[in-house]
């Protein structure tokens, strides 16, 4: 793919490169929004602002923590929001070890994407033994463990007594949509996160449905507070405080999970049937 803002990758790249040990970036995916804001008192003038978001590959030879969040969030203000970024990013030598059909993102990338940026003297050292092939009933297998995950955390959450409780019910629903969104992405993309915050999950999603913004919006006031309740990590119940909140918010948010488990199982059907009559067609004499 060619990205048209070659300007923005490169000050990106810029940024990535400052800030953690680079061999490669590429650039898989870019998606493109313009506003024009009207002077109600002046017909004839207008604003307009654009808006970027960037979908890279890095391979880096170092290891950070939390670099896919940090330099995400550096991105966005040193270019006032201007440009946004999900950032993958992944060493050269773990790739050696994954199996073929974990492969096949990477090959994918790094063969088709744009190449914003490769080290002179060690670009990445990652080999190919041909196109890695991805496995039918493994891709079923992999969506079957995780919708079943969700499933149980979606029925037991339902029966929670809710006095006080909202908390828990919120991390279960957190964990259930966690679990759809990583069987959604290795089913679209052959690939598996490192990094799991749950606004990061949908950015990848958003690389092939947009059912994660049709479902879980987040332009009203409402709608913020209520991904705020999702986004909480799990981990936040270790010294929880139970305490009686708006149940209300938790019960529109367990609507919506639930919705969202609907949709994802019948996406995944969907391209499950495609992918099998497209390997049927190919087996026939």
């Known amino acids: 793919m060619k990205a048209i803002d070659n300007e923005g990758l490169q000050l990106i790249s810029e940024i990535v490169i400052q800030k953690i040990n680079t061999s490669g970036i590429y650039c898989f995916g870019e998606k493109k929004q313009i506003q024009v804001v009207q002077n109600p008192f ?8 654009e808006h970027t978001h960037f979908y890279l590959l890095v391979i880096t030879n170092e290891i950070i923590d939390n670099a896919t969040a940090d330099i995400a969030d550096i991105v966005r203000e040193k270019t006032g929001g201007r440009y946004t970024v999900t950032l993958l990013l992944h060493k050269a030598t773990s790739l050696r070890h994954l199996a073929p059909s974990k492969l096949h993102f990477f090959h ?21 033994a041909g196109q890695p092939k991805r496995n039918l009933d493994s891709m079923r297998s992999h969506w079957n463990n995780r919708k079943k995950i969700a499933e149980v955390y979606l029925k037991n959450e339902s029966q929670v007594d809710r006095s006080n409780a909202q908390i828990i019910q919120e991390s279960m629903l957190h964990t259930s949509v966690e679990q759809i969104c990583l069987g959604l992405i290795d089913l679209f993309l052959s690939y598996q996160p490192n990094h799991f915050a749950t606004a990061y999950l949908f950015e990848i999603c958003e690389v092939f449905t947009p059912i994660t913004s049709e479902i879980f919006p987040q332009t009203t006031k409402e709608d913020k507070k209520l991904f705020d309740l999702l986004k909480a990590h799990p981990n936040k119940l270790r010294w929880a405080t139970l305490k009686t909140s708006d149940f209300l918010n938790t019960e529109i948010l367990e609507r919506r999970c639930n919705l969202f488990q609907e949709r994802a199982s019948e996406l995944v059907e969907s391209e499950l049937n495609r ?10 004499p």
């Open 275 to 284: 992918l099998e009559n497209i390997q049927l067609k190919l087996q026939e």
């Open 42 to 49: 002046q017909e004839s003038v207008s604003n307009q602002k």
């Open 108 to 128: 994918e990338v790094l063969t088709k994407s744009q190449i914003v940026f490769e080290h002179v003297n060690f670009p990445p050292s990652v080999a190919f």
